[in-house]
């Protein structure tokens, strides 16, 4: 976790919250469409946008978590029937956004040590082990 202090909101920001998971949600799912495609060709990928990637989904996840949390509180007051309904959705969103982000996390674990980067670090021999054993394969 970070260092970051939650900041409860009133029920109020309740569309605001659900508008963010969804913008959120969305863009998880369409990078997930791109890193599945691109988790057969890791060598497309450079070290920077590994470690970018992998720091923003964990981020995203506590923030996930912290929606949780905030639904939670929310759901201790008195909502209206919409505010209910929209709570649920918030709910759904970050679950569904969490699994997204992990098998996002999984696919760059899985890059991070087959970037360009990594490939033009290694000396003939090594890179010729590691095509040898399957480990990084040739450009399809």
């Not at 963010?20 to 450079?46: N, V, Y």
């Not at 007051?77 to 709910?91: G, N, R, Y």
Request: proline residues 3%; hydrophobic residues 40%; negative net charge.
């Amino acid at each position: 976790m970070t260092d970051k202090q939650p900041i409860f909101q009133s029920p109020s920001m309740i569309r605001n919250v659900l508008e963010m998971t969804h913008i959120m949600l969305e863009e998880s799912k369409a990078q997930l469409e791109h890193m599945r495609e691109a988790k057969e060709k890791p060598h497309a990928l450079d070290n920077d946008i590994v470690i970018r990637s992998l720091k923003l989904y964990k981020e995203q996840n506590e923030d996930s978590e912290f929606f949780i949390k905030q639904c939670n509180i929310w759901k201790q007051e008195k909502l209206t029937e919409l505010q209910a309904i929209q709570v649920q959705e918030i709910e759904c969103s970050a679950n569904l956004l969490t699994a997204i982000n992990n098998e996002l996390l999984s696919i760059f674990n899985y890059c991070k040590d087959r970037t360009i980067n990594k490939i033009m670090e290694k000396d003939d021999m090594e890179l010729a082990l590691d095509f040898l054993t399957g480990k990084i394969t040739l450009p399809k």
